[in-house]
């Protein structure tokens, strides 16, 4: 494709004045202008003619990548040109690339881009253009490249929260205590040692053998963790430019990787109009990878969101105490209502934390300072929004519920604390 510059769509927009101008103080000279535009037509296709075309235009781009990491698209040119050459990437949707995905090169150059959902994202085309020695013209060619870059859940980060956590336990003692001490049954005493709960310390004993000593508990293990996501049509919204649902799978696959880590067992459940996705209980490495494999099978859905019909299927599959941490949201009284009635139901057999993203939107609305009458309006709308969303909250809690309101960026650490002191007091 050849089209031309800015430079000689300006060279022949001046021309067209001093036309007009000749045109009128000399018509005899009405030719005279034709030639600026034939002139014009010479060197174009001159530039045309001269235009070294560049070599091949290779991709390198990863082949998996998280939802919401951030990466580079690498392009690289063999041989360069001299003149001015901008490359652009034609990709999916699921992938944000920075600049529209155009750069100016000139060998190598790279393209940030970051996976927006999951699933499969195909940069499709590499487009190529290059002017030639006299900026005139611009040379076009597209090539068809077809290559597919995974999206999957953000497993890096659940790992290496994980890894963090129980890195800072460590050092504090806490792993230890939570191997051999936290727990419902007793076990031994040990001498205190620095970063142990003080309030385990056992007076008495201390004062009989003239030491302080702490209490230690046999450690419960094997509990059964359910993680349940709520896939409806409003976990689907964007948080920093993220479905709500991948923010959320970041944060169940924490705490499913410290559950395996704690020896504990896991099990995944989706629902949205109805249930999606029900694993088996699974344990150990081979466990983290089939949850890893169903949390990636997870699909956005448009529709809503039946907590009547999916929390009474949880329930019934579930044939011993469980803590479910429910990953959910709500936008209006009434579905959330439905939601507390279901919820209901549960607390007489399992322990539930209920996890929802706070709305900083709807914050950023209610708190920004009123310019005009339509920023009063949203302030108001956005303010009573909040006002249901804490009612419902303290609802939730006043019926034994935990509820977790974190943002995105600290939800899967709060999280993860939240279950670590669940498992300390035995899921009661």
């Not at 030639?35 to 003619?49: E, F, N, P, R, T």
């Not at 001299?82 to 090169?105: F, K, M, Q, W």
């Not at 704690?262 to 694993?279: I, Q």
Request: charged letters at 25%.
């Amino acid at each position: 494709m050849i089209y031309p510059t800015g430079r000689l769509v300006l060279a022949a927009g001046l021309g067209a004045p001093v036309a007009l101008l000749v045109g009128v103080v000399a018509p005899t000279l009405w030719l005279l202008p034709l030639g600026w535009v034939l002139l014009l037509v010479v060197l174009a296709v001159a530039d045309i003619v001269t235009t070294t075309a560049p070599g091949a235009l290779a991709l390198t781009a990863p082949t998996s990548i998280g939802v919401g990491e951030r990466f580079d698209l690498g392009l690289a040119l063999s041989p360069p040109v001299a003149r001015h050459t901008e490359a652009a990437i034609a990709a999916d949707p699921r992938l944000d690339l920075a600049d529209g995905g155009t750069v100016r090169l000139a060998r190598e150059a790279t393209i940030a881009a970051t996976g927006l959902r999951r699933g499969i994202a195909l940069v499709r085309e590499l487009q190529l253009r290059w002017q030639g020695p006299l900026g005139l013209v611009w040379r076009q060619r597209a090539t068809r490249v077809d290559r597919s870059v995974l999206v999957t859940p953000d497993v890096r980060s659940a790992r290496s929260d994980a890894v963090t956590l129980l890195t800072r336990e460590a050092r504090t003692g806490m792993t230890t205590q939570f191997e051999t001490g936290h727990g419902g049954e007793f076990d031994a005493f040990a001498q205190y040692q620095p970063g142990m709960d003080r309030r385990r310390i056992d007076w008495k004993a201390s004062a009989r053998h003239s030491a302080l000593l702490a209490k230690e508990y046999r450690a419960e293990r094997d509990n059964n963790i359910v993680v349940a996501f709520d896939c409806g049509r409003t976990m689907v919204e964007p948080v920093a430019e993220v479905a709500r649902l991948d923010r959320a799978i970041t944060a169940g696959l924490l705490v499913a990787y410290l559950s395996f880590k704690l020896g504990d067992r896991v099990t995944l459940f989706a629902f949205d109009s109805r249930p999606r996705v029900a694993s088996a209980a699974l344990t150990g490495t081979a466990g983290f990878a089939a949850i890893r494999r169903l949390a990636g099978s997870l699909d956005y859905s448009a529709e809503e969101t039946n907590f009547t019909l999916g929390l009474s299927a949880l329930a019934a599959r579930l044939d011993r105490r469980s803590l479910i941490i429910l990953f959910t949201d709500f936008t209006d009284a009434i579905s959330a209502e439905l939601m507390l009635r279901s919820v209901g139901r549960l607390l007489d057999r399992h322990v539930l934390m209920c996890v929802v993203l706070t709305d900083e939107a709807l914050e950023a609305l209610a708190a920004a300072e009123p310019l005009a009458a339509d920023d009063v309006t949203r302030a108001v709308v956005a303010a009573d929004l909040l006002r249901e969303r804490r009612i419902v909250l303290t609802r939730l809690r006043r019926m034994g519920v935990e509820v977790l309101e974190a943002s995105w960026r600290d939800l899967g650490p709060a999280l993860a604390a939240r279950y670590l002191d669940a498992r300390w007091r035995g899921l009661r």
